[in-house]
C-alpha cells in the first residue's frame, strides 16, 4: 500500500468524493457488476444481514491502516497484540503503507491460517455472515487519484443497501454497497481473513485452504499446524492432503501409531495413492514392522510415471538396510 493522499483524509471525506463520483455516472452498471448482480441472485444461505459488533476498533494512525486492519482481525479471533506490535511485520516507511503479500503473512507467525479470498462479493459476504472479520484493501482516491487503504468488513444490511467497515478513524462506516464495490475493485477485489487453526473459512475450498495451512506451518508453532490439518480432514474427509499433512505433523512428535492410523485410514480411501503408500510404509518401519512396510512400498513401486518414485525408491533402500539385506 502506498497512499499519496495526507493522513487527515479518512472515513466518511474519502467517501464523499467516490460518492459524488458514482452520482454523477448515474450508478452505471459496468462501475459496480457484481452490485448488480446481487440484484438478480443473492447468495444461497446467507442472511441478508448480519453484523459482529464485538469486533475490535483500533484507529488509524497516519498511514498505517495496515497493522490496524491486522490487529482487528487478529484480536477477534483471541491474540492477544496491538498495532503497535504488527508494525515491524508489515509496515514500510518508504512506500508508507503495507503490502499483501505481509498481510497475509503476518498472521501465521501468530498460528493464524490467512487466507485470500476469492475475488467475488458472495466469498466476502459468506465470511461475514459467519462472523469472520474481512481485511479488504481499497482504493478511495478520487478519479485518477490513488489512495490505497486498509478496512475490515464487519457486517452488512442488504435491505439497507449497506456495508460495515472499522476503517481509519471510524469505528462503524457505513458505505452503500455500489460505493464500496466501486472502491474494492480498484483494488482488486482482494480480501482475507486470519483465523485460528480450529476455524475454518466459510468460503474456504480445500486444495485453498491447505496451501494456507502449508504456508503456516513454515512459521508457527507444530501444535497449529497440527490442529489446522486435523480440521481440515474433519471437513474434508476424503482429502488425501490433509490426511498427509496431519500424518506428518503426527510423526514429526513422535506420535507413530497415531500417523499410522491417520495413513490407514487414508490408504482405505485411495489404495493406489503413492504418497500415502510410501509414508504409511516409513512409519511401519519405525514402528520394527518392516515386511509389512516392504509389502507396501512394492504396491507404491508398480505405480507408473509417479513423480514420487524416487522417493519410494529411498525408503526401500532404507527399509532393506534395515532388514540387513537387498531384494
Not at 455516472?25 to 464485538?54: D, F, H, I, K
Not at 480440521?231 to 500417523?259: F, K, V
Request: aromatic share 8%; charged share 20%; hydrophobic share 50%.
Amino acid at each position: 500500500m502506498s497512499p499519496r493522499r495526507p493522513p487527515w483524509q479518512q472515513g466518511a471525506r474519502r467517501v464523499a468524493g467516490v460518492l459524488l463520483l458514482l452520482a454523477g455516472l448515474g450508478g452505471c452498471a459496468s462501475l459496480v457488476p457484481q452490485t448488480m448482480a446481487l440484484r438478480e441472485a443473492w447468495p444461497a444461505g446467507v442472511a441478508l444481514s448480519s453484523e459482529n459488533a464485538a469486533v475490535p476498533f483500533f484507529p488509524q494512525q497516519d498511514y498505517q491502516c495496515g497493522p490496524a486492519a491486522l490487529a482487528t482481525v487478529l484480536v477477534a479471533g483471541g491474540v492477544e497484540l496491538s498495532p503497535d506490535d504488527l508494525v515491524k511485520s508489515v509496515y514500510l516507511p518508504a512506500r508508507q503503507g503495507s503490502l499483501q503479500v505481509d498481510m497475509l503473512a503476518a498472521p501465521r507467525r501468530y498460528g493464524r491460517v490467512s487466507y485470500p479470498l476469492a475475488p467475488r462479493f458472495d466469498a466476502l459476504l459468506r465470511e461475514v455472515a459467519a462472523g469472520n472479520p474481512v481485511v479488504v484493501l481499497q482504493d478511495i482516491g478520487v478519479g485518477p487519484l490513488v489512495n490505497w487503504h486498509y478496512a475490515v468488513v464487519v457486517g452488512f444490511d442488504y435491505p439497507a443497501g449497506e456495508l460495515y467497515l472499522r476503517s481509519g478513524e471510524t469505528r462503524r462506516l457505513a458505505l452503500p454497497f455500489t460505493v464500496f464495490e466501486y472502491s474494492w475493485k480498484r483494488g482488486g477485489y482482494w480480501a482475507m481473513v486470519a483465523l485460528p487453526p480450529e476455524r475454518i473459512p466459510a468460503s474456504a475450498d480445500a486444495a485453498g485452504y491447505l496451501a494456507a495451512v502449508a504456508a503456516m506451518e513454515r512459521v508457527a508453532a507444530p501444535e497449529a499446524a497440527l490442529l489446522a490439518y486435523a480440521t481440515a480432514l474433519e471437513r474434508w474427509p476424503d482429502n488425501a492432503t490433509a490426511s498427509i499433512g496431519l500424518a506428518n505433523r503426527q510423526y514429526a512428535q513422535g506420535a507413530l501409531a497415531a500417523a499410522e492410523a491417520t495413513l490407514r485410514q487414508a490408504l482405505a480411501r485411495h489404495p493406489d495413492a503413492v504418497p500415502v503408500l510410501n509414508n504409511l510404509a516409513q512409519v511401519l518401519s519405525d514402528l520394527g514392522r518392516n515386511d509389512e512396510a516392504l509389502a507396501l512400498l512394492e504396491r507404491a513401486a508398480r505405480a507408473e510415471a509417479s513423480p514420487f518414485a524416487a522417493t519410494v525408491r529411498e525408503t526401500r533402500a532404507l527399509v532393506l538396510q534395515r532388514m540387513g539385506g537387498s531384494r
